[in-house]
Every structure is written in C-alpha cells, then in structure tokens.
Nanobody, 115 residues
C-alpha cells in the first residue's frame, strides 16, 4: 500500500503563485513516476506534470513555462511550483504515484485562482 498526502493548495489571485507538496509513504518501489493531475468542475481529470526517478519530466501544454515539477526521491516527495496562475488553473489537484502494477492517488488539494 502507498499513501499520498498533498498540501499547499489555497486561494490566490490571478498572476500569483502557489507551491504544492506531496509526500508518499508505504511500500514504494524505487523506480516510479510521481506527478500531478487536476480536475475542474464538470471536466475530466487531466495530466499537469510528471517526474520520473530517471530525471525525465513532462508537462501539459497549458502549463509549460509557468509550472515546474521537482522531486526529492530520498524523501519520496514531489513538488509543483505554480507561477503566473490563471483562473482556468482552478481545480482540485491530485498527486499520483505510478510504478509496476500500481497507481496510487492522494485525496486532492483545492487550488482556486480568482480573476
């Protein structure tokens, strides 16, 4: 079992910044992909950014140049630095960890960007 706990969401004005954190605990295989997804009301959950233990990252086109994902593998922690936030970034942000035969989700943290 893997547990994921997110923190760092909140309310921010457009143009502002937030930093999300996600700590993983439990039986974590050392080779994995950790990332962030988001789900806005009435929309499907979508990829925001992912980071692998081999150092690769990938971002949704809508956040490239504004968001940055980083991880501390020793602490099983992944971060999402969100800059230049827009109202359309408003969503529940979920942390995800994928490894062989396993995909775990956190409970989500609300990010609200006011115009």
């Amino acid at each position: 079992q893997v547990q994921l706990v997110e923190s760092g969401g909140g309310l921010v004005q457009a143009g502002g910044s937030l930093r999300l954190s996600c700590i993983a605990s439990g039986n974590i295989f050392r080779v994995n992909t950790m990332g962030w997804y988001r789900q806005a009301p009435g929309k499907q959950r979508e990829l925001v950014a992912i980071s692998t233990t081999t150092g690769n990252t990938d971002y949704a086109d809508s956040v490239k140049g504004r968001f940055a994902i980083s991880r501390d593998s020793a602490k099983n922690t992944v971060y999402l630095q969100m800059n230049s936030l827009k109202p359309e970034d408003t969503a529940v942000y979920y942390c995800n960890l994928k490894t062989i035969g396993l995909s775990s989700w956190g409970q989500g943290t609300q990010v609200t960007v006011s115009s």
